[in-house]
């Protein structure tokens, strides 16, 4: 098994400073991975990410990132993913990681997504420029999604893991108001996933929605705001089926740290 801790929508700042490290100093014990959802500041300023940085640094697990709108609040996001990997977390944007985990490997695949709604009910690639240029960064980062899962294929990992901030189905936003659904995350990412195949999706996000959620395929997805779960972190067991290194030419799969 692959022990798996996540948490999205911490949403840090100065007067946070030591309010989650007692819990994750514990993580080493529980899990063997520790997942950033997205929104770990509030205004995505530099200050703010030093926070998060203390919070996270030296846990004894690996730490995998994903940035959140909040993180882009402030045009910093830039610095506050170099903020993050100073700390010795791994900041993913359409990019994969593989760690070695029990004697196999867990491969994760990031980005932060975008909004644009779901099947049936989503915005379309057409009219003004403003609207097609809307889709296209929706369906941007879903591609660099696909292209990270695709990697991961190919890495003979034994567990495979999708980790966005905006949601990739509607199932985890049960809770949310329906006219602001289209806000909150895109059928395109959930696309990405069932193509490429996932054992699990995490992301954040919906404050008010529901934990626990499904791709139309079959894969679990779990919204991990720190509001829905209501604690530190919430904490997951994968099946690991222990491969052999696959390895694969051309790759931009990424080493933590």
């Known amino acids: 098994m692959v022990r798996v801790a996540a948490v999205g929508d911490i949403h840090l700042g100065p007067d946070c400073r030591g309010l989650l490290r007692p819990s994750f100093e514990t993580l080493h014990h529980s899990a063997d991975v520790l997942l950033l959802a997205g929104d770990l500041t509030r205004h995505g300023t ?15 697990v690996p730490v995998i990132a994903v940035l959140g709108n909040h993180d882009y609040h402030s045009e910093q996001e830039a610095d506050v993913a170099r903020v993050l990997n100073d700390a010795g977390v791994t900041v993913l944007e359409g ?29 379309g690639e057409f009219g003004e420029r403003v609207m097609k240029d809307f889709v296209r960064t929706s369906r ?27 949601a990739p189905v509607p199932d985890t936003l049960a809770g949310e108001p329906v006219e602001i659904y289209p806000f909150l995350g895109s059928y395109l990412l959930a696309e990405a996933i069932d193509e490429t195949g996932a054992d699990l999706a995490v992301h954040g996000h919906a404050h008010m929605g529901t934990e626990h959620g499904m ?13 829905v779960i209501r604690r530190a972190f919430a904490l997951y067991h994968l099946p690991l089926t222990k491969t052999a290194p696959m390895p694969a030419a051309g790759t931009t799969t990424r080493t933590p740290g």
């Open 215 to 227: 791709t139309a395929a079959g894969v679990r997805v779990r919204n991990v705001a720190q509001p």
């Open 46 to 60: 530099v200050a703010e990410a030093e926070v998060v940085a203390e919070e996270v640094s030296d846990l004894g």
């Open 140 to 166: 941007q980062g879903a591609d660099g999604l696909r292209r990270a899962l695709m990697e991961l294929n190919t890495d003979g990992c034994g567990a495979r893991i999708a980790l966005t901030h905006f």
């Open 95 to 123: 990019e994969s990681v593989v760690l070695p985990v029990a004697g196999g490997k867990v491969g994760i695949a990031g980005t932060k997504g975008f909004c644009g709604g779901f099947a049936g009910r989503s915005a």
